[in-house]
């Protein structure tokens, strides 16, 4: 079980910098898939997602974001959903146009032993050419910070 590797950008775990830990989920690109996500990381959570919507409903992830998540990293053109979904229940909401913005304001929240986690929940195609795209960019900006 120690040999196994998550898929890239799936819960696959880039670094930890100042005891915080960097998580690529780009490919959850669905509710599902952040609800599983979710589950599998420690609280407490810095959140990215966003991007283009696909008519979510993200009644399955409401407990698991109270419970879990201090504060959520809007990364994409139309936020105006996931701010008025989870406003009343995280410390806060940000929002951002680019990867970099996106890391450095989950940095600005994130402290010794929390967890930020790339999982958006959305379609990457407002910024980034795919999931992949998208969760390379990630990795190479959080790498390069090391």
Known sequence: MER??????RLEVIATIEGVTYINDSKAT?????????RAVESPIVLIMGGIDKGNDYEAILPLIKEKVKGIVCLGVDNEKIKATF???VEKIVETDSM???????????????????????????LFKNYIDRGEQFTKIVKGSV
């Not at 196994?4 to 950008?9: E, G, I, L, R």
């Not at 986690?117 to 990457?124: D, F, G, R, V």
């Open 4 to 9: 196994f590797k998550n898929s890239p950008h």
């Open 100 to 126: 970099e913005a996106a890391i450095e304001k989950s940095r600005e929240m994130a402290q010794s032993g929390d967890q930020i986690l790339l999982s958006p929940a959305c379609s990457s195609f407002d």
């Open 30 to 38: 669905n509710v599902d898939s952040v609800y599983y996500g979710l």
């Open 87 to 89: 406003s009343s229940m």
